[in-house]
């Protein structure tokens, strides 16, 4: 009974290595310049003042988006993102 469930506990650890492994390849390919889009509608009215309240418009946005990897190390990998919403067609 020990010798399965020692072979248990070391298929879980090696799949759960290999996801980890998996993880953190998906990360460092999130690396780079995205065109991302904004579509921005209010969804409830405001509670306070519903007579003179009037909604926004909706909003349809593009920016750019540069994402880096900015600490990488074994088991901890951190990533910061920058937004430029200026009309502009490059990276």
């Known amino acids: 009974m020990k010798k399965y469930l020692v072979l248990v506990v070391v298929f879980l650890s090696v799949?759960?290595?290999?996801?980890?492994?998996e993880d953190e390849q998906a990360i460092k390919a999130m690396c780079g310049c995205y065109e991302i889009k904004f579509n921005f509608a209010e969804t409830f009215a405001y509670p306070r003042d519903t007579v003179n309240y009037k909604a926004s418009k909706v909003k349809h946005e593009t920016a750019l988006e540069w994402a880096e990897l900015i600490e990488d190390e074994p088991g901890k990998k951190i990533h910061t993102t920058l937004i430029d919403s200026r009309k502009r067609n490059d990276c």
């Not at 799949?15 to 492994?21: G, H, R, V």
């Open 15 to 21: 799949k759960t290595l290999a996801q980890k492994k």
